[in-house]
Each structure stands twice: as structure tokens, then as C-alpha cells.
């Protein structure tokens, strides 16, 4: 994993050696030098929350726990119906974030058009697609051996 100067981002296993399906976490520097620790698997929750409250649709997880050499852990992947959904979904997931005591992303692509936003969160990649944008990348299946999970969306 990368960590940009003045945002480190960095995973810490429990043990030397443990394998992917062990819990990590995850530490955020902010630049205030405040440091704050957040579990992986808390990170999710509160990314799909947030998504999930702004009624993100067709949100799916997709686990490279068992991938070698991929750029992170999780991608969440989440359609909005419009670029001001897009930026409100993205809000949510910071905030929700924030509330479960992780972090800012280390970075946030695709806010000026909203067609596709990245949020990196170190282990956890958040992508919110236009519905265009989305079929045409087709994230969901660049690992054929990710397994994908279709969160249920709450009306």
C-alpha cells in the first residue's frame, strides 16, 4: 500500500506472517498528527452505511482477501442515479467514516464530474458509479476469483 506525504495510510497485521483472513486495521494520520484505529471490517460497515443511507444502489463487496497482490483488500461498489448523488453518497461514506473512528481517505477522484468517485481508504476502496460508467468498467468482475457480495439496498 502507498501512503502519500503528510497522509500515511498503513495496514498492521496482528501477527508476522498472518494470513489475509486475519482482522488488520487500519491507521490514519491526519494532518493535525492525530492517529486514529479503525479495524478493517468496521471500515466496510461504515462505508456501506453510509451508502446505504443516501440510498446508494446496487451496492456490492467485493473481497480480494484471497488475491495476492491486489491494490487493497475490499472494493465497495455503489450506482447513484445522478452527479449530485454522487457527491452525497460520497459525504456519507466520509461522515459515516468519521463517526466510526477512522478517517478522511487518503484520496477522492472524480468529484468535479461525479461520474465515477474513488474514495481510498487504504484497504478499503469506495467507487460510486453514474449507471453508464459503471457497466462499462465492470469492477465487479476485473478478479474472476473475487468473491462478491450484493448488499441489499434500504428503502
Same mark, same amino acid.
Given at each position: 500500500?502507498?501512503?502519500?506525504?503528510?497522509?500515511?495510510?498503513?495496514?498492521?497485521?496482528?501477527?508476522?506472517?498472518?494470513?489475509?483472513?486475519?482482522?488488520?486495521?487500519?491507521?490514519?494520520?491526519?494532518?493535525?498528527?492525530?492517529?486514529?484505529?479503525?479495524?478493517?471490517?468496521?471500515?466496510?460497515?461504515?462505508?456501506?452505511?453510509?451508502?446505504?443511507?443516501?440510498?446508494?444502489?446496487?451496492?456490492?463487496?467485493?473481497?480480494?482477501?484471497?488475491?495476492?497482490?491486489?491494490?487493497?483488500?475490499?472494493?465497495?461498489?455503489?450506482?447513484?442515479?445522478?452527479?449530485?448523488?454522487?457527491?452525497?453518497?460520497?459525504?456519507?461514506?466520509?461522515?459515516?467514516?468519521?463517526? #466510526?473512528?477512522?478517517?478522511?481517505?487518503?484520496?477522492? #477522484?472524480?468529484?468535479?464530474?461525479?461520474?465515477?468517485? #474513488?474514495? %481510498?481508504?487504504? %484497504?478499503?476502496?469506495?467507487?460510486?458509479?453514474?449507471?453508464?460508467?459503471?457497466?462499462?468498467? %465492470?469492477?465487479?468482475?476485473?478478479?474472476?476469483?473475487?468473491?462478491?457480495?450484493?448488499?441489499?439496498?434500504?428503502?
Amino acid at each position: 500500500m502507498r501512503a502519500q506525504p503528510g497522509k500515511q495510510a498503513k495496514s498492521v497485521s496482528h501477527a508476522e506472517g498472518a494470513s489475509h483472513t486475519h482482522q488488520s486495521r487500519i491507521i490514519i494520520q491526519h494532518r493535525n498528527k492525530q492517529t486514529r484505529m479503525i479495524h478493517t471490517e468496521q471500515l466496510v460497515d461504515a462505508v456501506i452505511e453510509g451508502l446505504q443511507d443516501k440510498k446508494g444502489q446496487c451496492i456490492t463487496l467485493v473481497n480480494l482477501t484471497q488475491i495476492d497482490d491486489t491494490i487493497c483488500r475490499y472494493f465497495v461498489l455503489c450506482t447513484a442515479g445522478s452527479p449530485s448523488q454522487s457527491q452525497a453518497l460520497a459525504r456519507s461514506v466520509d461522515n459515516k467514516v468519521l463517526q #466510526a473512528g477512522g478517517g478522511h481517505p487518503a484520496t477522492v #477522484a472524480g468529484q468535479h464530474h461525479s461520474l465515477w468517485v #474513488a474514495l %481510498d481508504y487504504g %484497504d478499503v476502496m469506495v467507487h460510486i458509479f453514474l449507471p453508464e460508467e459503471r457497466a462499462f468498467y %465492470d469492477l465487479e468482475h476485473l478478479w474472476a476469483d473475487a468473491q462478491l457480495t450484493e448488499i441489499p439496498s434500504e428503502d
